[in-house]
């Protein structure tokens, strides 16, 4: 690694820091973590995707908010409130089991984090029954969402 990439790559970790209250080595071991998996189990009917996203990572995976917001690349503060809107709605733990999402499609913030979960599973041919039926979401639902999802990209 050259000189520049180096004291680019210590410029952003600086950041990090600064933006997320993170330490170095919390960084580098999120840094770890990046390839997280999301169980498609964990999706229901109560939730929403980013609540049953943030729900799992910190009841399941034992993660700080702060370590969450940091991997979905959001901001502390909206994280805490959805995972409190998740507690009240869903008291059990989510069940995790089976295929899994990686967790950086979501980072995307030009699609909603339904829309790129369900980009994500179209791009690997699943049918809009199929997608609809893991989510737990209507037919109808996943439909206008692929809508969507053309008409942005």
Same mark, same amino acid.
């Given at each position: 690694?050259?000189?520049?990439?180096?004291?680019?790559?210590?410029?952003?970790?600086?950041?990090?820091?600064?933006?997320?209250?993170?330490?170095?080595?919390?960084?580098?071991?999120?840094?770890?973590?990046?390839?997280?998996?999301?169980?498609?189990?964990?999706?229901?009917?109560?939730?929403?995707?980013? =609540?049953?996203?943030?729900?799992?990572?910190? =009841?399941?995976?034992?993660?700080?908010?702060?370590?969450?917001?940091?991997?979905?690349?959001r901001k502390e503060q909206p994280i805490r409130t959805t995972y409190n809107r998740a @507690?009240?709605?869903?008291?059990?733990?989510?069940?995790? @089991?089976?295929?899994?999402?990686p967790l950086s499609i979501i980072e995307n913030k030009s699609l909603s984090v339904l829309?790129?979960?369900?980009?994500?599973?179209?791009?690997?041919?699943? %049918?809009l029954n199929q997608v609809s039926s893991i989510l737990k979401r209507d037919y109808k639902?996943?439909? %206008?969402?692929?809508?969507?999802?053309?008409?942005? %990209?």
């Open positions: 690694m050259d000189i520049q990439k180096t004291e680019q790559l210590f410029k952003d970790i600086k950041n990090l820091e600064q933006k997320y209250r993170l330490s170095y080595k919390e960084i580098l071991d999120l840094a770890e973590k990046k390839n997280i998996g999301i169980p498609l189990s964990i999706f229901n009917k109560k939730l929403g995707s980013l =609540e049953s996203i943030v729900k799992y990572l910190k =009841e399941n995976l034992k993660l700080s908010i702060r370590e969450i917001a940091f991997l979905t690349a @507690r009240k709605k869903l008291v059990p733990e989510l069940k995790a @089991r089976g295929k899994a999402l829309e790129s979960i369900v980009a994500h599973l179209l791009s690997y041919n699943y %049918t639902t996943v439909w %206008t969402i692929r809508q969507r999802i053309n008409n942005k %990209t």
